[in-house]
């Protein structure tokens, strides 16, 4: 067998409420209350351990987040309970040794004292095993959900967000690595020489510090973000160690991949200190028809009522239009207008109808989907990895808990079988065990520039 021309495929495994396919939950043998179900949860955790992902990735939101017309249109959703994502961490984490976890917070609707220490103790509490996936929140039902009326705009957003994830990193290094002396026969503390007040006064947050925390074992935990604007790459670029993203071609995922990692030079960093892992949904079968006959299922299980309601979020209500007729000509102004556009556009040249175009959406969320054999599903995955379009997966399962055991099963030992994926942990802690650098404190960066 030929050696692959790269080996150090990172795999996530992004895990929200009850399975990532909008009918999952309604899959015969799937559990439809598997978002709130922790004992299942502890068991899938433990199994992506055994399996030796990297991490569990967990996005979030804070809100009932939807565009049904009604109350009626929203009970055929079925991601409306799950779990708080810090919260159900810090309980995972303490039955698991080696598998990381990431986990959602806004910068719009949080604080970045906050922020900063349950992160800090998150980390503390894992040994070292936790991320910070860094969001700026897209939806008007999160800003009502925090006393306004409507959510910030974009270039807001992200101009808060770069303060507050200065603010976050500052106050991690309040305290030097060595700055708690601990000693129990002269009495003190610790050093206060190695102590640094923040005093940060900026255009949206004013925070004096310390942090009521000793520096993270990481150094500071992993950030990710998720964002292929313009802001939303130069905000990668500068500050993330792990970016999301939701490309569905090659080309497109490449295009991106140059683009973020073009930009980490002029912030003094190299692109080898960010990994790029794009979403996708994997229906995973023994042969290409068994996984296409699975998908199918799943599709044909989309409640038309839901659907609607996936596609107001891109370009209104529709639900005047026929379902088997081609998307209308309609005026874009939603939220995220240049999907919408692209959508759009790609519905026209495909001659999709409405229904074809919700089913299409509502398998991945807007991300890829990968189906097929392990083969083909390897082959499209080892494309893109030595390609250089992307430096893993954040791999989305459709339903649980059977969803999951298909990719350990049958996915993951062909991935091994070409030699792209490990058999074991190369570290403890997950900036280990992603190849990722501990960042030095700021003071110890400062004395190396000086020197």
């Known amino acids: ?20 396919h909008a009918a999952g939950w309604r899959l015969p043998g799937a559990q439809p209350d598997a978002g709130i179900d922790f004992a299942l949860w502890k068991r899938m955790a433990q199994q992506a351990e055994a ?5 569990i990735f967990l996005a979030d939101g804070q809100a009932v987040r939807t565009n049904a017309k009604d109350d009626e249109a929203l009970s055929y959703s079925g991601r409306i309970d799950q779990f708080e994502p810090l919260t159900v961490i810090s309980a995972l984490a303490a039955v698991t040794e080696r598998i990381g976890f990431v986990a959602t917070a806004s910068t719009s609707y949080n604080e970045p004292f906050t922020i900063a220490r349950k992160y800090a103790s998150l980390d503390y509490i894992s040994g070292g095993r936790v991320g910070w996936n860094v969001v700026t929140s897209w939806s008007e039902a999160e800003a009502k959900n925090f006393s306004r009326e409507k959510h910030f705009d974009h270039d807001f957003r992200y101009r808060r967000a770069e303060e507050f994830v200065d603010v976050v990193t500052g106050l991690w290094d309040s305290w030097e690595d060595d700055a708690f002396l601990r000693d129990q026969a002269g009495g003190r503390y610790f050093d206060p020489a190695k102590m640094h007040v923040l005093n940060h006064k ?12 000793a520096r993270p074992p990481q150094g500071y935990p992993v950030i990710a973000q998720a964002g292929s604007s313009e802001p939303g790459q130069e905000l990668a670029a500068r500050t993330a160690d792990l970016v999301y993203t939701a490309q569905r071609d090659f080309a497109s995922a490449k295009a991106f991949y140059d683009s973020v990692k073009g930009r980490a030079a002029k912030y003094g960093r190299s692109p080898d200190d960010m990994l790029v892992m794009p979403g996708g949904l994997i229906v995973v079968g023994e042969s290409d028809q068994q996984a296409q006959d699975r998908l199918g299922e799943l599709e044909a299980l989309i ?22 007729e081609p998307l209308p000509d309609i005026v874009l102004n939603g939220p995220i207008k240049s999907i919408a ?6 519905a026209k040249e495909k001659g999709m109808t409405i229904r074809q175009l919700y089913t299409f959406l509502s398998g991945g969320a807007a991300h890829q989907q990968i189906v097929g054999s392990p083969a083909r599903i390897a082959d499209h995955m080892q494309e893109w990895f030595e390609g250089r379009a992307c430096d893993g997966f954040n791999l989305m399962i459709p339903y649980y808990p059977d969803g999951l ?11 091994r079988r070409r030699g792209l994926f490990r058999d074991e942990y190369t570290g403890r802690t997950l900036r280990e065990n992603l190849g990722l650098a501990r960042p030095a404190h700021g003071a110890a960066r400062m004395r190396v520039a000086g020197a």
């Open 1 to 20: 067998m030929t050696k692959p021309a790269r080996t150090d495929l990172k795999l996530g495994l992004a895990m929200v409420s009850n399975g990532t």
């Open 341 to 346: 556009s692209t959508m759009a556009r790609q």
């Open 405 to 415: 055991t298909e990719v350990i099963d049958l996915l993951l030992p062909e991935l």
């Open 303 to 324: 409640h038309p009522v839901h659907g609607l309601s996936v596609l107001a979020n891109l370009f209104g209500d529709l639900s005047g239009y026929p379902l088997d």
């Open 202 to 213: 900026g255009e949206f947050f004013s925070v004096k510090g310390p942090l009521n925390s």
């Open 51 to 55: 399996a030796k992902f990297h991490f």
